[in-house]
Nanobody, 129 residues
Framework: QVQLVESGGGLVQAGGSLRLSCAAS????????IGWFRQAPGKEREFVAG???????????SYADSVKGRFTISRDNAKNTAYLQMNSLKPGDTAVYYC???????????????????WGQGTQVTVSA
């Protein structure tokens, strides 16, 4: 079992920045691929960013086109924590953001929510115009 707790969400004006954190406990954090997803009201959960594990491609990152160049995913395995630095935020980024952990070894599936077995409770990010 892996338990995930997100923090760092809030209200920010367009153009501002937030850093989300995902604190993990349970099984070795470094073995899991970490993904960030978001879900806006009335929309499906969508992939935002992912970072591979120490056992597979060690720290390779992947981003949705909509956030590429603005968001940065990282992880600190010593602290069992992953981060999502979000810059140049837009109102369209407003959503509940979730972190997820999965034992993934195929880059083609890193963007699919079904590849992740563990999820946090989510943190709200609201970007005002």
């Amino acid at each position: 079992q892996v338990q995930l707790v997100e923090s760092g969400g809030g209200l920010v004006q367009a153009g501002g920045s937030l850093r989300l954190s995902c604190a993990a406990s349970g099984r070795p954090f470094s073995s899991y691929v970490i993904g960030w997803f978001r879900q806006a009201p009335g929309k499906e959960r969508e992939f935002v960013a992912g970072i591979t594990s120490i056992t597979w491609s060690d720290g390779t990152t992947s981003y949705a086109d909509s956030v590429k160049g603005r968001f940065t995913i990282s992880r600190d395995n010593a602290k069992n924590t992953a981060y999502l630095q979000m810059n140049s935020l837009k109102p369209g980024d407003t959503a509940v953001y979730y972190c997820a952990a999965g034992l993934i070894y195929n880059i083609a599936t890193i963007r699919s929510p079904r590849s992740y077995g563990y999820w946090g409770q989510g943190t709200q990010v609201t970007v005002s115009a």
